[in-house]
């Protein structure tokens, strides 16, 4: 299976920013997304893209704050959150199908097959 490795986290104050990367050995998925888990939460999807075309799609709570987007070479995702928040402070995972979603699975755990091993953002207010 490849293997998806996710780098960026860290710490950071409120109102800062950092930029997570996903990276997929060379690999190219129909779509690639972001989920987070907090300490005690469901995990939960923030961001997905379709490869092909770059459309995205976030969850509410991070509009106008994060974007997802894509190396030339469709094998890295990157996720730059600006203007971060404590409530941002989770496990971050990178995640990746091949399955032709519609918009109800786009940011469902369980329309992923492979997963990253995460990687930390916490958010000090």
């Known amino acids: 299976q490849v293997q998806l490795v996710e780098s960026g986290g860290g710490s950071v104050q409120a109102g800062g920013s950092l930029r997570l990367s996903c990276t997929t050995s060379g690999y190219t998925y129909s779509r690639m997304a972001w989920f987070r888990q907090a300490p005690g939460k469901e995990r939960e999807g923030v961001a997905s893209?379709?490869?092909?075309?770059?459309?995205?799609i976030y969850i509410d709570s991070v509009k106008g704050r994060f974007t997802i987007s894509q190396d030339n070479a469709k094998t890295t995702v990157y996720l730059q959150m600006n203007s971060l928040k404590p409530e941002d402070t989770a496990m971050y995972y990178c995640?990746?199908?091949?399955?032709?979603?519609?918009?109800?699975?786009?940011?469902?755990?369980?329309?992923?097959?492979?997963w990253g091993q995460g990687t930390q953002v916490t958010v000090s207010s």
């Open positions: 995640a990746a199908t091949d399955e032709l979603l519609s918009t109800y699975y786009m940011l469902r755990t369980d329309r992923y097959t492979n």
């Open positions: 893209i379709y490869i092909a075309s770059g459309n995205t």
